[in-house]
């Protein structure tokens, strides 16, 4: 479960990116962060993963606080936290398998997860993922030579090697075509419902939002202006 209890941010510019966001999103909950450009969408996910330091609040992950005090402690949080990017930031002159078992060591550089030996357990673990995200043909191709859908695919892989507990996901489809957008908006609900993980889903998308997910927040200003169902949204959002 995660909780953000009244978080804030207010950048040393003045601008109040986030005011007083209270948020709790159950194991299994897929949330849909929606709102216009400069609504504070990305400032959350920042905070929560202490990309960005808040202001004032709390955000607790399973009931343990994420505070980016002490940077060891702040590791550890982070491996606890699948990330999902628009642009997928895979290694590409790794392949597909590399890419996924690099997750299991939170992030890493090219020449880190090119020198790290996996356990047997992670390699069939990270075959296991590959699998469910249905690129096990793809396996040892590199990440480079994929299509769009075909790398977030490999983006979702390798956020779930981590077994995580939570995941934060950014504009997942913002960079592929309408149907891939659909193909892999399905695939991560599933696997949160399969897997019981609450996610946060920064979509631009709203009618995409709409279809897919079950809870929707809307964000204006750094507020919350609508929290529920796809099916009580209307135009104030
Ligand atoms: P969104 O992701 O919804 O587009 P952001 O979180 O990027 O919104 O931005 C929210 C507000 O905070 C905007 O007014 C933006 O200009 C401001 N902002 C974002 N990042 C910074 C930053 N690093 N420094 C100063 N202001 C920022
Ligand atoms: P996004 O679509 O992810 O919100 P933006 O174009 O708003 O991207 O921001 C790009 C980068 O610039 C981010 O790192 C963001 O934090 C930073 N940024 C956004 N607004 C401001 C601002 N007003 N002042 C300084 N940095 C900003």
Redesign the pocket.
Known sequence: MLELKSLTKT???G?K?LVDVSLTVPEGQVVGLI??????????IRCINRLVEPTDGDVLLSGSPITGQDQRKLRAMRRRIGMIFQEYALVERLTVMENVLSGRLGYVGFWTSFTRRYSADDISRAYGLLDRVGLMQHADKRADALSGGQRQRVGIARALAQEPELLLVDEPTASLDPKTSRQIMRLLIEICAERNLPAIV?IHDVPLARQFMQRIVG?RA?EVVFDGAPDALNETV
């Open positions: 950048y040393k510019t601008d990116a709102g216009p450009s400069g609504a504070g969408k990305s400032t959350l920064n964000l750094g």
